[in-house]
């Protein structure tokens, strides 16, 4: 009789690192599969060279997501947040958001803003439940597959 082996992985908790160079084909990869309109890899490569704040969300080492923030003065501006498709919808949104809220409140930022699709009723339901609100449209912002679609204004104060 064969016995099994079995081997015990050890999962581990999804942690945050600076963005590197190395990063960037994959995060473009990310972006393409997951947005109509994607950041170029000229996007990104402008925004490890900028002020931005640009953080990659690992899980079991993999990249699963991404977000890139602008500060200026007491505020914050999300500029984008992904998650790869196939870790959509298990709560990698939330951690990434909750990471970027708390670097806001170490920095002593007052408001953070973004701007989100308005068919995006997930990331809506995600943001509103973190405590933003609608503080106004721009309409006809984001690129569609037939058109345009509005972009919906959320602020949250801290």
Same mark, same amino acid.
């Given at each position: 009789?064969?016995? @099994?082996?079995?081997?015990?992985?050890?999962?581990?908790?999804?942690?945050?690192?600076? +963005?590197?160079?190395?990063?960037?084909?994959?995060?473009? #990869?990310?972006?393409? /599969?997951?947005?109509?309109?994607?950041?170029? @890899? *000229? =996007?990104? $490569? !402008?925004?490890?060279? %900028?002020?931005?704040?640009?953080?990659?969300?690992? /899980? !079991?080492?993999?990249?699963?997501?991404?977000?890139?923030?602008?500060?200026?003065?007491?505020?914050?501006?999300?500029?984008?947040?992904?998650?790869?498709? !196939? #870790?959509?919808? @298990?709560?990698?949104?939330?951690?990434?958001?909750?990471? $970027?809220? =708390?670097?806001?409140?170490?920095?002593?930022?007052?408001? &953070?803003?973004?701007?989100?699709? %308005?068919?995006?009723? /997930?990331?809506?339901?995600?943001?509103? =439940?973190?405590?933003?609100?609608? +503080?106004?449209?721009?309409? /006809?912002?984001?690129?569609?597959?037939?058109? *345009?679609?509005?972009?919906?204004?959320?602020? &949250?104060?801290?």
């Amino acid at each position: 009789m064969k016995e @099994k082996l079995i081997l015990k992985i050890k999962k581990q908790k999804p942690s945050f690192k600076n +963005v590197e160079l190395g990063d960037i084909e994959k995060i473009a #990869s990310i972006e393409a /599969n997951c947005h109509i309109s994607p950041w170029t @890899k *000229k =996007n990104f $490569l !402008d925004s490890m060279s %900028s002020e931005n704040t640009f953080q990659v969300l690992k /899980n !079991d080492e993999l990249i699963i997501g991404y977000y890139v923030a602008s500060f200026a003065a007491d505020e914050c501006e999300l500029l984008n947040i992904t998650i790869k498709r !196939d #870790s959509q919808g @298990k709560g990698f949104g939330k951690i990434a958001l909750d990471h $970027l809220i =708390n670097y806001c409140l170490k920095r002593e930022t007052l408001n &953070l803003f973004l701007e989100v699709r %308005s068919s995006n009723k /997930n990331a809506i339901l995600l943001y509103e =439940n973190k405590g933003f609100n609608e +503080v106004g449209i721009r309409p /006809n912002y984001y690129k569609t597959s037939n058109g *345009k679609e509005d972009a919906i204004l959320m602020a &949250l104060s801290l």
